[in-house]
Nanobody
């Protein structure tokens, strides 16, 4: 069993920054690829970023490339999402997820554990 708890969301002005954290517990915590997804009101959940189990490989949605950075600290069992130059369209609930493999994947069906989500609101 893997448990995920997100934190770090909040209200920020456009152009600002936030860092989301995801505390991971469970026997597969350090051997799973991890991802961040988001869901805006009235929209489907979408992929944001993913990192391999070692942290060596990462992939990003085109909409966040160059602004967001995903990282992980396996010693602390924590995954991070650094979000810079935030835009209003980044407003969403952000979810951390653990994949059923070690390799990066952008497909939500490859993730079998999900957190409760943390709200990010970007104001103009």
């Amino acid at each position: 069993q893997v448990q995920l708890v997100e934190s770090g969301g909040g209200l920020v002005q456009a152009g600002g920054s936030l860092r989301l954290s995801c505390a991971v517990s469970g026997r597969t915590a350090s051997t799973s690829a991890m991802g961040w997804f988001r869901q805006a009101p009235g929209k489907e959940r979408e992929f944001v970023a993913t990192v391999s189990w070692s942290g060596a490989n990462r992939s990003y949605a085109d909409s966040v490339k160059g602004r967001f950075t995903i990282s992980r600290d396996n010693a602390k069992n924590t995954v991070y999402l650094q979000m810079n130059s935030l835009k209003r369209e980044d407003t969403a609930v952000y979810y951390c997820a653990a994949a059923n493999s070690r390799c990066v994947t952008i497909k939500s069906y490859d993730y079998n554990y999900w957190g409760q989500g943390t709200q990010v609101t970007v104001s103009s």
